[in-house]
Protein backbone atom coordinates (compact mmCIF):
# COMPACT_ATOMS: atom_id res chain seq x y z
CA UNK A 1 0.00 0.00 0.00
CA UNK A 2 2.78 2.05 0.72
CA UNK A 3 4.00 1.60 -2.47
CA UNK A 4 0.86 2.43 -4.34
CA UNK A 5 0.75 5.76 -2.26
CA UNK A 6 4.20 6.53 -3.15
CA UNK A 7 3.63 6.17 -6.90
CA UNK A 8 -0.14 7.96 -6.70
CA UNK A 9 1.59 10.86 -4.87
CA UNK A 10 4.54 10.88 -7.98
CA UNK A 11 1.64 11.30 -10.52
CA UNK A 12 0.31 14.26 -8.56
CA UNK A 13 3.75 16.37 -8.48
CA UNK A 14 3.78 15.35 -12.26
CA UNK A 15 0.36 17.15 -12.99
CA UNK A 16 1.07 20.28 -10.49
CA UNK A 17 4.08 20.71 -12.56
CA UNK A 18 2.73 21.07 -15.89
CA UNK A 19 3.64 17.33 -17.27
CA UNK A 20 -0.19 16.64 -18.58
CA UNK A 21 1.58 15.96 -21.78
CA UNK A 22 4.36 13.99 -20.76
CA UNK A 23 1.94 11.26 -18.16
CA UNK A 24 -0.60 10.72 -21.68
CA UNK A 25 2.57 9.83 -23.16
CA UNK A 26 3.06 7.33 -20.49
CA UNK A 27 0.17 5.88 -20.69
CA UNK A 28 0.85 4.83 -24.59
CA UNK A 29 0.52 1.26 -24.99
CA UNK A 30 4.27 0.91 -25.42
CA UNK A 31 5.54 3.10 -22.50
CA UNK A 32 3.17 0.87 -19.77
CA UNK A 33 5.64 -1.88 -19.28
CA UNK A 34 7.89 1.35 -17.94
CA UNK A 35 4.88 2.84 -15.75
CA UNK A 36 4.48 -0.48 -13.87
CA UNK A 37 8.50 -1.29 -13.53
CA UNK A 38 8.83 2.32 -11.40
CA UNK A 39 6.10 1.29 -9.04
CA UNK A 40 7.40 -2.06 -8.58
CA UNK A 41 10.63 -1.43 -7.91
CA UNK A 42 9.86 1.60 -5.42
CA UNK A 43 12.84 4.07 -7.14
CA UNK A 44 10.16 6.02 -8.62
CA UNK A 45 11.80 9.86 -9.13
CA UNK A 46 8.91 12.10 -10.19
CA UNK A 47 12.41 14.38 -11.27
CA UNK A 48 14.57 12.01 -12.81
CA UNK A 49 11.83 10.48 -14.68
CA UNK A 50 10.60 14.33 -16.09
CA UNK A 51 13.83 14.83 -17.55
CA UNK A 52 14.02 11.03 -19.13
CA UNK A 53 10.80 12.01 -20.69
CA UNK A 54 11.76 15.53 -21.76
CA UNK A 55 15.03 14.23 -23.61
CA UNK A 56 12.80 11.35 -25.33
CA UNK A 57 10.13 13.35 -26.61
CA UNK A 58 12.88 16.01 -27.88
CA UNK A 59 14.93 12.76 -29.64
CA UNK A 60 11.97 12.14 -31.36
CA UNK A 61 10.75 15.79 -32.26
CA UNK A 62 14.00 15.79 -34.03
CA UNK A 63 14.77 12.45 -36.07
CA UNK A 64 11.03 13.48 -37.51
CA UNK A 65 11.97 17.20 -38.50
CA UNK A 66 15.11 16.51 -39.34
CA UNK A 67 14.32 13.52 -41.60
CA UNK A 68 11.99 15.86 -43.45
CA UNK A 69 14.81 18.66 -44.38
CA UNK A 70 17.08 15.86 -45.38
CA UNK A 71 16.35 16.06 -48.94
CA UNK A 72 17.20 19.83 -49.22
CA UNK A 73 20.38 18.21 -47.01
CA UNK A 74 23.50 16.82 -47.49
CA UNK A 75 26.10 15.13 -45.12
CA UNK A 76 24.18 16.61 -41.35
CA UNK A 77 23.96 15.33 -38.68
CA UNK A 78 22.87 16.46 -34.54
CA UNK A 79 23.99 14.38 -30.82
CA UNK A 80 21.23 13.88 -28.74
CA UNK A 81 22.26 13.03 -25.45
CA UNK A 82 24.66 10.47 -27.12
CA UNK A 83 21.92 9.35 -30.22
CA UNK A 84 23.25 10.50 -33.45
CA UNK A 85 20.18 11.75 -35.72
CA UNK A 86 21.60 11.54 -39.23
CA UNK A 87 19.92 12.93 -42.45
CA UNK A 88 20.83 13.89 -45.85
CA UNK A 89 21.13 11.66 -49.15
CA UNK A 90 24.37 9.39 -50.18
CA UNK A 91 27.22 10.57 -51.45
CA UNK A 92 31.05 10.73 -52.27
CA UNK A 93 33.97 11.91 -53.06
CA UNK A 94 35.89 11.63 -56.50
CA UNK A 95 39.42 12.98 -57.56
CA UNK A 96 40.54 12.48 -61.39
CA UNK A 97 44.29 13.74 -60.73
CA UNK A 98 47.58 13.31 -63.42
CA UNK A 99 50.45 14.53 -66.17
CA UNK A 100 50.80 15.29 -69.32
CA UNK A 101 53.81 15.75 -71.70
CA UNK A 102 55.21 14.86 -75.25
CA UNK A 103 57.43 11.65 -75.54
CA UNK A 104 60.32 13.14 -74.14
CA UNK A 105 58.82 14.30 -70.93
CA UNK A 106 58.54 17.87 -71.59
CA UNK A 107 55.38 18.82 -69.68
CA UNK A 108 52.22 20.15 -72.45
CA UNK A 109 50.15 22.91 -71.00
CA UNK A 110 46.53 23.68 -72.33
CA UNK A 111 45.56 19.79 -73.05
CA UNK A 112 42.07 19.28 -72.75
CA UNK A 113 41.31 17.28 -70.25
CA UNK A 114 37.64 15.10 -70.58
CA UNK A 115 36.49 13.16 -67.74
CA UNK A 116 33.99 10.58 -68.33
CA UNK A 117 32.02 8.96 -65.10
CA UNK A 118 29.57 5.84 -65.95
CA UNK A 119 27.31 4.04 -63.35
CA UNK A 120 25.49 1.28 -64.07
CA UNK A 121 23.03 0.12 -61.60
CA UNK A 122 21.63 -3.66 -62.68
CA UNK A 123 17.97 -4.33 -62.19
CA UNK A 124 17.37 -6.91 -59.54
CA UNK A 125 14.00 -9.20 -58.27
CA UNK A 126 13.11 -5.73 -56.48
CA UNK A 127 14.64 -2.92 -57.98
CA UNK A 128 13.99 -2.02 -61.41
CA UNK A 129 15.35 1.04 -63.11
CA UNK A 130 14.10 2.68 -65.91
CA UNK A 131 18.09 3.91 -67.09
CA UNK A 132 20.71 1.29 -66.39
CA UNK A 133 23.46 3.52 -67.40
CA UNK A 134 24.46 7.00 -66.03
CA UNK A 135 27.05 9.16 -67.20
CA UNK A 136 28.89 12.62 -65.70
CA UNK A 137 30.98 14.61 -67.91
CA UNK A 138 33.56 17.17 -66.73
CA UNK A 139 36.38 19.27 -68.70
CA UNK A 140 39.29 20.70 -67.47
CA UNK A 141 43.13 21.58 -68.66
CA UNK A 142 46.63 21.09 -67.99
CA UNK A 143 48.67 23.95 -66.39
CA UNK A 144 51.88 25.43 -67.26
CA UNK A 145 53.24 21.60 -65.49
CA UNK A 146 51.41 19.81 -67.84
CA UNK A 147 49.24 18.71 -64.53
CA UNK A 148 45.24 18.91 -63.72
CA UNK A 149 42.85 18.10 -61.01
CA UNK A 150 39.43 17.57 -60.64
CA UNK A 151 37.81 17.10 -57.38
CA UNK A 152 33.84 17.22 -56.80
CA UNK A 153 31.16 15.46 -54.68
CA UNK A 154 29.40 12.14 -56.53
CA UNK A 155 26.10 10.35 -55.61
CA UNK A 156 28.82 7.28 -55.77
CA UNK A 157 31.96 5.35 -56.71
CA UNK A 158 31.89 5.56 -60.66
CA UNK A 159 31.54 1.44 -62.34
CA UNK A 160 34.75 3.22 -64.59
CA UNK A 161 36.06 6.43 -65.85
CA UNK A 162 37.58 7.38 -69.45
CA UNK A 163 39.67 10.44 -70.14
CA UNK A 164 40.49 11.74 -73.30
CA UNK A 165 43.48 14.24 -73.88
CA UNK A 166 43.17 16.58 -76.46
CA UNK A 167 45.25 19.22 -78.10
CA UNK A 168 43.22 22.21 -78.63
CA UNK A 169 45.28 24.81 -79.64
CA UNK A 170 47.15 23.88 -82.74
CA UNK A 171 51.00 24.52 -82.86
CA UNK A 172 51.16 25.97 -79.50
CA UNK A 173 52.96 24.76 -76.66
CA UNK A 174 55.35 22.73 -78.28
CA UNK A 175 53.98 21.48 -81.43
CA UNK A 176 50.67 19.61 -82.40
CA UNK A 177 49.51 16.28 -80.79
CA UNK A 178 47.30 13.29 -81.46
CA UNK A 179 44.29 12.98 -78.97
CA UNK A 180 44.88 10.39 -76.34
CA UNK A 181 42.42 7.72 -74.45
CA UNK A 182 43.15 6.41 -71.17
CA UNK A 183 40.70 4.28 -68.66
CA UNK A 184 42.77 4.12 -65.26
CA UNK A 185 41.94 1.77 -62.53
CA UNK A 186 39.53 3.31 -59.71
CA UNK A 187 40.69 3.80 -56.19
CA UNK A 188 39.28 3.50 -53.12
CA UNK A 189 41.18 5.94 -50.57
CA UNK A 190 38.65 6.86 -47.79
CA UNK A 191 36.04 3.63 -46.59
CA UNK A 192 32.13 5.30 -45.97
CA UNK A 193 30.08 5.68 -43.30
CA UNK A 194 26.20 6.03 -42.99
CA UNK A 195 25.38 8.72 -45.58
CA UNK A 196 28.81 8.94 -47.10
CA UNK A 197 30.08 6.34 -49.68
CA UNK A 198 34.01 6.98 -49.39
CA UNK A 199 36.64 8.64 -51.41
CA UNK A 200 37.60 7.14 -54.85
CA UNK A 201 40.00 8.21 -57.08
CA UNK A 202 41.62 8.18 -60.33
CA UNK A 203 45.51 9.03 -61.65
CA UNK A 204 46.64 8.93 -65.56
CA UNK A 205 50.08 9.90 -66.87
CA UNK A 206 50.27 10.25 -70.65
CA UNK A 207 53.14 10.86 -73.16
CA UNK A 208 51.36 12.33 -76.68
CA UNK A 209 52.42 11.74 -79.76
CA UNK A 210 53.02 15.13 -82.00
CA UNK A 211 51.28 14.31 -85.59
Same mark, same amino acid.
Not at 34 to 42: A, E, G, I, T
Not at 44 to 60: A, E, G, R, S, V
Not at 177 to 190: G, L, N, S, V
Given at each position: ?????????????????????????????????? /?????? !?? %???? @???? #? $??????????????????????????????????????????????????????????????????????????? /?????? !?? %???? @???? #? $????????????????????????????????????????????????????????????????????
Amino acid at each position: MEQERTGRDSFDALLQHGFQRELLYLLSVDARFR /VRRYLK !DD %YFNW @TKMK #D $NLIKKIWKQLAAAVLGLLGFASCNKEVNIDNMMVRYGQPHADFKAIGAVTDQSGKPIEGIRVAVTQHRHYANTTH /VYYDQN !DW %YEYD @TLYT #D $NKGLFELNKSVFDAPTDVTIVFEDIDGDEHGGTFETAKETPDITRKEKGSGWYNGAFEVEAKVKMRKK
